[in-house]
């Protein structure tokens, strides 16, 4: 006689509603995007430092506006060669660079983790809120990191650019505020929709 084996059917995939799945794969699409341009955003400063450090020709400058590439120096307009100041001057002038691409790269860092939330099909959940919390810290940052470089090119000696400030400095910042109290609201709902479930 026959043994009669018995398997069990597969479950089916839960269901998951069509602009659910648009919105992960928009967002895997958006994660591979931020990652280039976070990589490419730390190569290029990378290059810079290293450029502000080691670079001893005559065609990259300092000057109003910041580093001037392919121009040579010119004391009528204010740009003075690399080579003419010294170690500890472009030392600073390498922190100074940081200081303005380090907001930038933070950002796409956590933009980048927001969406990957987004591609797992985390959507309001603390973590999004704290992905947003520190994307506005990092807009705040941005928007002041320029005052900040510059404070440190006076201080050393290396030059005063009076065209550090821009209006999108103030735009990054009320962006940031905005983000930051964005994030408190989706927090405080996820906290309220936490406790209707628990009354049901």
């Known amino acids: 006689m026959a043994d009669i084996l018995f398997f069990d059917a597969p479950e089916p995939p839960p269901f ?3 602009l659910r799945r648009r919105l992960r794969r928009n967002s895997e699409i958006l994660v591979a995007l931020l990652s280039a341009l976070l990589a490419a955003t730390i190569a290029f400063g990378v290059a810079l430092v290293v450029i502000a450090l080691f670079y001893e ?9 910041g580093l001037w590439f392919g121009l040579p120096p010119d004391a009528g307009a204010g740009r003075v060669a690399l080579s003419a100041f010294s170690a500890p001057q472009r030392l600073a002038g390498a922190f100074a660079l940081t200081l303005l691409i380090a907001p930038a790269a ?4 956590c933009l980048r983790k927001l969406f990957r939330l987004y591609s797992c099909g985390v959507v309001f959940s603390p973590r999004n809120a704290q992905c947003l919390k520190q994307t506005g810290l990092g807009l705040i940052a941005y928007a002041f990191a320029p005052f900040c470089a510059n404070r440190i090119a006076i201080l050393a ?8 400030f821009h209006l999108y ?9 905005l983000v930051f109290v964005i994030a408190d609201v989706m927090r405080c709902a996820h906290e309220i929709e936490a406790e209707r479930d628990g009354f049901v």
Request: aromatic fraction near 12%; hydrophobic fraction near 40%.
């Open 16 to 18: 998951e509603p069509p």
């Open 57 to 65: 020709g005559d065609y990259i400058s300092f000057g109003p506006g």
């Open 106 to 109: 933070y950002i796409l860092l």
């Open 157 to 164: 000696a290396v030059g005063n650019d009076p065209s550090w």
């Open 169 to 177: 400095e103030i735009q990054a910042a009320i962006l940031g505020a």
